[in-house]
């Protein structure tokens, strides 16, 4: 084929493979470390390759949850602190992994952008491999696309895949019975849902992201980024001591749609409000955009991240072993015979 004067090139139209190959050199070691039994090849093929057999399952079955981060970015990349956006990506995936009994095992992760930047890129990417390293679950794949026009200057979005195992006949939830009681682990904020209205809260409250945070040390964007708490180690050694009947992750729709997902019909929940102390973060956007006690409870997560449904003769022993494992553990209900929620008490 003859020579073409003034050709395009695929850099020329905004794609820079070069960009693309050293972001993947880059994040080879953070995925390396997440290795676990399993694993049958790094990152470079057309697939990832997992053994089930070699993670130790005889007759497995397969559990797989995806989601994102959500405007919790928007914040991230007005900051430029976008290294625990990673760990919020597989947090928001693995939590709910653990919800039906899996244990994760594995993760992929999608990265879209404009324009790559290699040590932002690095940066999440490393964030994504220290999620998985905290929840035990191997990083073995991932897709990076350079899409100029489809993103402003700066921006990129984030997906998450994870999938997970159980065996057969493991899956919760199982037995959840009217006087079970309900245990709550406490957040470590915000987490990654209801970031729409906090950017709202933020912008009515005529402050900037590098402001002193009013309700904790440092400033108020990097408050606003603490990660999302990964409850996976424990939740699972809750699980295999025996005794849990259901967990639910508290995301968007707060108390008072999550944990109905988990009772069967028939029964619902009578949760005290004065059982655990309601976050700063929360009581301070609660006073600067009026928000009410229903809308803070179906918003936002509001000090609580999971609760676990369990047998009334485990629940203190439950309550020790989550407590060994690092949790922050309230008692906080019971389940009763009815639909929904019903609350006593209020946050304070």
């Known amino acids: ?23 993947v050199e880059r994040i080879k070691p953070a995925a390396k470390r997440t290795a676990r039994p399993g694993v049958m090849a790094g990152l470079g093929g057309f697939g990832a390759l997992f053994d089930l057999r070699a ?4 007759d497995p079955v397969l559990v797989a949850a995806t989601d994102g981060v959500g405007t919790k970015l928007r914040i991230a990349i007005d900051t430029g602190q976008v290294g625990g956006v990673g760990i919020d990506l597989v947090a928001m995936c693995v939590n709910d992994l653990v919800c039906q009994g899996a244990e994760p095992l594995f993760f992929l992760d999608y990265f879209a952008t404009g324009k790559l930047a290699v040590d932002e890129a690095a940066q999440v990417v490393e964030g994504i491999a220290e999620g998985c390293s905290r929840a035990g679950c191997a990083l073995i794949g ?10 402003g200057d700066g921006d990129f979005d984030l997906a998450g895949f994870a999938v997970g195992a159980m065996e057969r006949g493991a899956d919760l939830p199982a037995g959840v019975a009217e006087g079970d009681v309900l245990l709550g682990l406490a957040s470590d904020g915000v987490h990654s849902n209801g970031y729409s209205l906090v950017r709202k809260v933020v912008e009515r409250a005529g402050l900037a992201w590098t402001d002193p945070a009013p309700f904790a040390e440092g400033r108020l964007g990097a408050a606003l980024l603490t990660p999302t708490r990964l409850y996976v180690k424990p939740a699972l ?19 008072t749609e999550n944990l109905p997902r988990v009772l069967p019909e028939g029964l619902g929940a009578d ?28 918003t936002f997560n509001s000090g609580i991240g999971m609760v676990l449904s369990v047998a009334p003769d485990r629940a203190d022993a439950l309550a020790d ?5 690092g949790e922050t553990v309230f008692r906080i209900g019971k389940v009763t015979p009815g639909q929904g929620i019903r609350y006593s008490g209020s946050l304070v």
Do not use: C
């Open 271 to 298: 949760i005290d409000l004065s059982a655990w102390d309601l976050p700063r973060v929360f009581a301070w956007m609660g006073e600067v955009a009026g928000l009410d006690q229903p809308e803070m409870l179906k």
């Open 237 to 255: 050694a809750a699980i295999r001591a025996g005794g849990v009947h259901a967990l639910a992750h508290i995301t968007g729709g707060g108390l």
């Open 1 to 23: 084929m003859s020579e073409r004067k003034n050709g395009l090139t695929y850099s020329q139209a905004g794609v820079d493979i070069e960009a693309g190959n050293e972001l």
């Open 55 to 58: 993670a130790g399952y005889t």
């Open 321 to 325: 072993l989550l407590t060994a494992e």
């Open 142 to 151: 991932g897709e990076t696309a350079e899409m100029p026009g489809m993103y």
